[in-house]
Structures are given as structure tokens and as C-alpha cells.
């Protein structure tokens, strides 16, 4: 039979956070590295039960209850700071002597490490606390290293969708937008107005000033659109000088009446790009969703064109409500 | 070649010549862009192509260029997360030395798509080595000469390295150990946290 001394020099290489402990449940013999985590204990001749908490299972708290537990497995913490959590696993003596028990830091090891400065000297040369260590360090760089260029990769994601929905000479909405707003307000059935706006003249500006000029006038009369409106409506260049205004929520004629008004007499005020003085005018084709039964995209995109076209009929620089044909009348 | 690798070259260029020296590099290889993504892989004759660049730039040899690359990797404040991990190989110098034969193993752990050349290490005497790195990335064991010679310091070691050249295909680095503990060398604090 092996002596009490010489297991505690086998368990001292073999695993170095054991105890060994004597019938009653006091430390006889103590682990280098379970003694480090308490310097200034002496933690041979101490009751186990006063130096550790028994977590799980619960209902051990006594001497014969611990020695019975042979072979399980049992999660404790410190009594005093700090409360490092460990598990154990108890292994009885055969002689009815005592017990030995091997503790360990579990997942509680990088606490451990750091709040009892170990190092790799603590551990037994089989332990697999030090690849452990190595691999939380080595997956957290590379995780932060993903980490990161996923969030290049949304902003830069982010900045194409906008460019996706955006015109890029005016920053003003485009036709796609202006498609999936539609969509939406209708599918939410909420009550919107559509403006149909064609610049007037626009070509004679292109043709005398050149392309530069009209580009000018494109980015002014865009301005002006976006001042005329609410930060909630959306404007949308849908053609060289075509816009199409949703006006949410927003669908009283006379109000519709003096916001197409003012944007034509802002449109009309004289525009000066290098020198020149560029005039332009607006006619405005408007339809309201509540025209419609149940409105569709296209129904009421065409419904402000015919507006539009008759605008431009009535000698232009003025606006028109669609009137919904007598046969078809709500 | 991962992006890893390629990230290293550039944060080592960009630390040491300056980020001017870099684009210049990047522009004379015809890279198309200036940034290395550390955790994409690229095609293999990108690097090489910035590689040769950054030494036609500065007029060095490519194996001298490549040893400071090592040392780079190990001694400067912004590569500390990688002496960390090379550290976790041994207490002493010779422990890191063994552990250099589970390297690449090492290193697939931690990102499954990086893979290095396998390294072993022979031991002549105790002190006494040769490392054989085998093929698959050009250059590697000049790079590793430089990792090597850096180490030591940080373990406080005292060696000397020689590049023996090819041996069909392996490279040799033969080392010599005077003293494994000739200065103090860097702290290793296993509970170290990332500030």
C-alpha cells in the first residue's frame, strides 16, 4: 500500500490543485497551486468545508455526505474573496481514510490567471489550461479582425445602397425610390399626393448655355423642390427634367394648389451660371391616391402625366389636378 | 495568400518607410487599392508582385526585407498580440524552439484558412539546432529568421542565426544557443489583458 506522504508526491507532479483530506474532512496535504491561490493560508490543518462553498450538487454539506460523492463531479467556490469558482471530483480513499480531491479552474481560468498572476509553471505539463489560453487569445484577435471588416464592409454596403437610390447630380431621390415609396405608402394604405413637375424651357437653357449650365439648373430647381416640401415628403428626378413629388398624408387641393403655385413662381425666378442668366418656368400635373378605389403605382403615375400633359396644354407654367372620368366617379 | 500575410507586409511597411513608401508599392504593382483586408484571401500573385515592388522601392534584397518583416512581427508595440501568442509556445527559449514543430497546426487553430509551411526543428546538441522550413511559402524562412532572432530577445536568450540555404527544397536555419538566459528579456503575463 502506497504512504499517505508519498501519494502527496505523486499528486503534487500529477495534479497540482489537489487536496488530500483525512476522515473528518481536513486538509492534510495541499496542491503548489492550489495553495498559491490563497498565500497567506495555511490551508493544511483548515476544514474543507470551511475554506470552500459546495455549489452543486446542493445538498452536501457535511463530511460523509463529500466522502460519498466518489467519482462525481463538484462545483465549489471560495468562502472569502476573491470567489473563484472551481470544480472538483472527489476520489475516496480505499481504506475509509479520507479522500483525495482534484480541483480545477474550469471556465473560471482566465479570471484565475490574471487575479493570481499563474503561469504556465501552475499548471501540470498535461493540462490543456495553457493551449486554452492560447486559443482565447488567438480567436479573439481574429474574431476583432472579422469584426472589423464587417463593419467596413456595412458602411461601405450602406453607402451603395444609398448611391442605389439616389440621383447623383442633384441628391434627390431616383425612379427606384420613388417606385418603392409608392409601393409602400400604398401597400400601408396611406393617402398621398403625386406631383408630376416638368421644367419648362430646360432644353433652350441646355442648347444656349450648354450642358454644365443645365446641370446647374438641375441642381438649383432641385433645391427649391426640397425647400417647397417637407423633410417626409420624397422628391424624385425620374427623367432629364422630370420630378416627381409624394406629398404624404397631404391631400387638400387648396393646400396642393399653393405649394404647385410656389414652386412655379421659385422655378420662374431667373437662375445665373457663369455670367448667363437662365430662365426656366414649371407645369405641374398632380393626382391624389384618393381618386383611386384602390390606388396602384402605375394608375396613379399615370393619372398625374395626364394632369401634367394637360397643364402643358393650357399654356403651360401652371398646374392641374387629374379629374377622374365621369364613368368611373367615386 | 491570406490576407493575414499580406496585412503584416503592409503594417510592417507602413510602421517602418512610411505610408507614402506603401502606396507607391501598392501603385507600382498595380494593385488597384492601397488596403489589405486581414481577414480575406487573395489571389497568389498579388503579393509577390507588392513584395517585389516595396524592394525595387527601397533597393533591398528580398531575404533582408523579409527578416526585418519578422522582426517586426515580434518586438514592435503594434504586433504585441502576436509575441503574446508566440509566447504561449514555452517557458524558455528551447520550449519555443520544440514548439515551433506544432506551429502551423497552432495557427490553423486560430484561423482555419491561414496555412504555413510545416516547420521542424532538429536538435544537434543543447545548443546545437536546425530548423527545416518546407516549402509552400516563399521567402517564410527568412521571415523566420527574423521571428527567431527576435524571440530570443524577448526571451532574453543569446543565439546566433545562420540561413544555411536549400536542401532539396527545406530550408535550414541553423542556430546556436550560447546562453538561454543571457538578459532578463520582456515579461510574459499569461493574464494579461487586451487594454
Not at chain 1, 467519482?71 to 472527489?90: I, Q, Y
Not at chain 1, 441646355?206 to 430647381?221: C, E, T
Not at chain 2, 506603401?22 to 501603385?27: D, G, H
Not at chain 2, 533582408?64 to 503594434?78: K, Q, R, W
Request: glycine share 6%; charged share 25%; proline share 4%.
Amino acid at each position: 500500500m502506497i504512504e499517505q506522504n508519498d501519494l502527496a508526491t505523486l499528486l503534487e507532479t500529477l495534479c497540482p490543485m489537489f487536496l488530500l483530506l483525512n476522515k473528518d474532512g481536513e486538509i492534510q496535504q495541499v496542491g503548489p497551486t492550489l495553495q498559491k491561490l490563497r498565500p497567506d493560508m495555511q490551508m493544511t490543518g483548515t476544514r474543507f468545508l470551511d475554506l470552500f462553498e459546495l455549489l452543486r450538487p446542493r445538498n452536501v454539506s457535511t463530511v460523509p455526505a463529500l466522502m460519498s460523492m466518489a467519482g462525481t463531479k463538484v462545483h465549489l467556490k471560495f468562502h472569502d474573496e476573491p470567489r473563484t469558482a472551481l470544480k472538483g471530483l472527489v476520489a475516496p480513499l480505499p481504506t475509509g481514510n479520507g479522500a483525495v480531491i482534484n480541483l480545477s479552474f474550469g471556465i473560471s481560468i482566465l479570471d484565475a490567471v490574471r487575479d493570481y498572476a499563474l503561469t504556465s509553471a501552475d499548471f501540470s505539463g498535461t493540462d490543456l489550461a495553457i493551449e486554452l489560453l492560447y486559443l482565447v487569445e488567438a480567436k479573439s484577435a481574429a474574431m476583432e479582425a472579422s469584426r472589423s471588416l464587417n463593419l467596413r464592409l456595412q458602411g461601405a454596403m450602406l453607402a451603395a445602397e444609398e448611391q442605389a437610390v439616389t440621383d447623383t447630380l442633384t441628391g434627390l431621390r431616383n425612379r427606384r425610390a420613388m417606385d418603392h415609396v409608392l409601393e409602400h405608402l400604398i401597400a400601408s394604405k396611406l393617402p398621398f399626393a403625386l406631383m408630376h413637375l416638368d421644367l419648362d424651357f430646360f432644353k433652350l437653357v441646355n442648347d444656349r448655355f450648354g450642358h454644365a449650365a443645365g446641370d446647374q439648373v438641375l441642381k438649383v430647381a432641385s433645391q427649391i423642390m426640397l425647400d417647397e416640401t417637407r423633410r417626409d415628403d420624397t422628391i424624385a428626378r425620374v427623367g432629364g427634367d422630370e420630378f416627381v413629388l409624394i406629398l404624404k398624408g397631404l391631400v387638400d387641393p387648396n393646400i396642393l394648389a399653393r405649394i404647385a403655385e410656389r414652386l412655379i413662381s421659385r422655378l420662374q425666378e431667373p437662375i445665373s451660371f457663369q455670367g448667363a442668366s437662365c430662365e426656366i418656368s414649371a407645369s405641374i400635373g398632380i393626382a391624389l391616391s384618393t381618386q383611386f378605389q384602390v390606388p396602384k403605382v402605375s394608375e396613379v403615375l399615370h393619372a398625374a402625366d395626364l394632369a401634367l400633359y394637360e397643364a402643358k396644354r393650357s399654356g403651360r407654367s401652371c398646374s392641374c389636378f387629374y379629374s377622374v372620368p365621369s364613368n368611373a366617379q367615386l | 495568400m491570406h490576407g493575414l500575410i499580406n496585412s503584416a507586409i503592409q503594417s510592417f511597411v507602413c510602421a517602418t518607410y512610411g505610408r507614402a513608401c506603401w502606396l507607391r508599392a501598392t501603385e507600382a504593382a498595380g494593385l488597384g487599392f492601397a488596403e489589405f483586408e486581414a481577414m480575406l484571401v487573395y489571389e497568389e500573385g498579388l503579393s509577390s508582385r507588392v513584395l517585389d515592388a516595396l524592394c525595387a522601392d527601397l533597393k533591398r534584397p528580398k531575404s533582408e526585407f523579409l527578416e526585418d518583416l519578422g522582426t517586426y512581427l515580434v518586438s514592435h508595440p503594434n504586433m504585441e498580440g502576436l509575441r503574446r501568442l508566440l509566447r504561449f509556445g514555452g517557458v524558455t527559449y528551447v520550449e519555443f524552439l520544440h514548439s515551433l514543430d506544432d506551429l502551423s497546426d497552432r495557427v490553423r487553430l486560430a484561423v482555419s484558412d491561414l496555412d504555413l509551411p510545416a516547420l521542424e526543428l532538429c536538435e544537434l546538441s543543447p545548443s546545437e539546432y536546425e530548423l527545416k522550413c518546407h516549402p509552400g511559402l516563399p521567402g517564410y524562412s527568412s521571415v523566420m529568421v527574423g521571428v527567431l532572432r527576435a524571440m530570443a530577445d524577448d526571451y532574453g536568450a543569446l543565439v546566433m542565426l545562420s540561413h544555411d540555404g536549400d536542401r532539396d527544397g527545406v530550408e535550414v536555419i541553423s542556430m546556436s544557443l550560447f546562453e538561454s538566459a543571457f538578459s532578463e528579456g520582456r515579461r510574459f503575463d499569461l493574464g494579461a489583458r487586451k487594454q
